[in-house]
């Protein structure tokens, strides 16, 4: 895994764009793998700037979510497919996007039909990633499997609170979200992954540095050949081997550079 820490939010989103700028200019029908949340704010705010002073073109691009409310349709405002028009898809000229459904009538089969949507799109080629205080990526909560596809999450009380921001009282979050796997997230060929702030640096942590568990589901992406992880200095405090971090970052071949 690769560490990356940079000064602040704003520059962990200007290396992160850059990683996205380098990847759609490669191969402009990329497949993405995309994320709500707080953390990928300033990266979508760069990526509109992008497209709009044409410097990206995203017209050939799919994208995937990781992620959807379970009982939220999708014009419910705090529903992640509002959050991704108001971010991103409504200000982008990108027309193939695909978003779990929390109003399936059938979540298993929606679940299985969403798997089989990435695997005809050619697999995801650079998945995003926030990671929850918890240790969760997209919502495999502590304890969730490491080989866990496409399915429906029980979200845990903590994950519930953090959230509860968004909505008008905590009674109001859902309980229940569709989410891609554990496996299904490692299968994509990058994986990119977020953090910043003191509330995070636990999880980083042990994601990076601690054992490989289901307690700690981001820890699985240990075993991910291509993952890279953009982290703030705050997020960055309890690294043990940060300065090793930094080094790698400062000698690094100026080929690998976004
Ligand atoms: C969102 C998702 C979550 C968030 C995580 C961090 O689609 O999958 O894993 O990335 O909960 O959330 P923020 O960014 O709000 O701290």
């Not at 707080?38 to 073109?57: F, H, I, N, W």
Request: glycine content about 8%.
């Amino acid at each position: 895994m690769e560490v990356i820490i940079k000064q602040d939010a704003e520059e962990v989103s200007n290396e992160a764009t850059s990683i996205f700028r380098r990847q759609l200019r490669q191969k402009p029908a990329s497949v993405l793998g995309l994320a709500t949340g707080s953390t990928p704010l300033g990266l979508y705010r760069r990526m509109v700037a992008m497209a709009q002073a044409g410097e990206v073109d995203f017209s050939h691009a799919t994208a995937f979510n990781l992620d959807e409310y379970v009982g939220l349709p999708g014009t419910h405002p705090q529903s992640y497919a509002a959050y991704m028009r108001a971010h991103l898809w409504d200000h982008i000229p990108m027309t193939r996007w695909h978003i779990p459904d929390g109003t399936a009538r059938d979540i298993p089969l929606h679940c299985a039909e969403y798997e089989a949507a990435i695997r005809a799109a050619g697999g995801i080629d650079l998945q995003l990633l926030g990671l929850g205080s918890d240790g969760h990526i997209g919502f495999n909560e502590p304890g969730s499997s490491l080989g866990s596809r496409t399915r429906l999450k029980t979200l845990t009380a903590q994950t519930v609170a953090d959230n509860a921001s968004h909505f008008a009282s905590p009674a109001e979050v859902p309980r229940h979200v569709v989410t891609m796997g554990v496996g299904t997230i490692l299968d994509a060929r990058h994986c990119l992954v977020l953090a910043f702030g003191e509330r995070k640096a636990a999880a980083v942590a042990a994601m990076v540095e601690g054992p490989v568990t289901a307690m700690v589901p981001a820890s699985a992406l240990q075993m991910h050949p291509v993952c890279t992880l953009i982290v703030d200095e705050a997020a960055a405090v309890q690294l043990q081997r940060r300065e090793y971090y930094r080094w790698v970052y400062e000698n690094k071949p100026a080929w690998q550079r976004a």
